[in-house]
């Protein structure tokens, strides 16, 4: 069935779902901030900035009215960044559709509360649409995704009913979709494996081989589990597109911002140097301190995490970070199902 939606935001993501949904034969109204980029993209079809080798479909109109793009649209789609999130869902709350289908592609935390997007989202919009609230999240590079190259994601939502229409939504020959009900697993495996990813760049960047990332990637997956066990996910989660599959895509591949990052803080660049040349969202970093926090709120040993933050906001060096974890005490592996006795 052919749908209305709105995509909120233009990222290179945003721009990536709006062109999955408008291929599958929807009206696409793809919400941009900035009015130039709209006219951009409703006058050539293209959005230089972030996927400029792309061809949008004539089926995406722009609009930089956040009234437009929502109003009376049965489906609404979010994009933007983690720190964009509270205030995006205030602007829009008095257009949405009681009935509206909302979903979100966010991975991240709000770095003032900790909070994840559901729980973001669920404050500012009413109940009635929150309860059908979906996450859609796993391993998916808006450069392949948007140029149509075979992509596996997941959808989870504690309503079976939003899980399967957004299923119906996005799902095609190129972009097959899953369906998990555990949001809270999904949430925390998206945002967490970010961090995992800027210490795979920096490893990189610092000339270490596949035993490094090998090991880097593992012992990641295991804090990250425990963190996310002890806020409520499911452990098999961890396992899945959302957890093991998103880690793997963002911690090895070119395309991903996190890894490009730290690759670039693995030479010696200064993070600020780093953030001014990367020119987008970097989302690893804000989920760096907020996972942080997160972990000595929750009592929850996170190592890896802990000397990410050391590197990023108290002047460790990329090495010395290194330093740090091999020199640690003597421990034992566990699975990471078994949060008690995993010690990384």
Not at 30 to 35: F, G, K, S
Not at 117 to 135: D, G, N
Request: with cysteine; hydrophobic share 45%.
């Amino acid at each position: 069935m052919i749908q209305n939606v709105a995509v909120i935001g233009a990222g290179s993501w945003g721009t990536a779902l709006a062109s999955v949904l408008a291929k599958n034969g929807h009206q696409v109204t793809l919400w941009v901030r900035d009015a130039q980029l709209a006219d951009e993209v409703n006058q050539t079809h293209r959005n230089q900035k972030y996927l400029p080798e792309a061809t949008l479909p004539v089926n995406i109109v722009a609009t930089s009215s956040l009234e437009k793009a929502v109003a009376g649209k049965p489906v609404v789609l979010l994009a933007v960044p983690s720190h964009a999130m509270r205030q995006v869902c205030q602007s829009m709350a008095a257009y949405l559709d009681p009935e509206v289908l909302l979903l979100h592609a966010t991975k991240g935390f709000e770095l003032e509360s900790l909070k994840r997007m559901s729980e973001v989202i669920a404050e500012e919009l009413s109940p009635q649409i929150t309860s059908r609230l979906a996450v859609l999240t796993g391993p998916s590079h808006a450069e392949e995704v948007v140029c149509e190259q075979p992509t596996t994601v997941v959808v989870s939502s504690e309503s079976e009913e939003s899980m399967l229409r957004a299923q119906d939504l996005l799902m095609n020959q190129n972009f097959r979709v899953y369906t998990n009900p555990d949001l809270v697993g999904a949430e925390i495996a998206g945002a967490l494996k970010n961090i995992i990813a800027l210490g795979a760049g920096m490893s990189d960047g610092l000339g270490y081989g596949d035993n490094a990332k090998a090991a880097l990637l593992t012992r990641g997956l295991a804090e990250i589990s425990r963190l996310g066990i002890k806020l409520g996910a499911m452990p098999l989660t961890f396992a899945g597109l959302a957890g093991v599959g998103d880690l793997i895509v963002t911690c090895t591949s070119k395309h991903s911002r996190n890894w490009r990052a730290g690759y670039m803080l693995g030479q010696g660049k200064r993070l600020d140097e780093v953030l001014e040349q990367m020119g987008m969202v970097v989302e690893g970093v804000r989920t760096t301190h907020a996972a942080y926090a997160l972990a000595r709120r929750e009592q929850v040993d996170m190592p890896i995490t802990q000397v990410l933050y050391g590197i990023l906001f108290e002047g460790k060096t990329a090495r010395q970070g290194v330093e740090e974890l091999m020199g640690r005490g003597k421990t034992f592996e566990m699975s990471y199902l078994n949060p008690e006795a995993d010690r990384s």
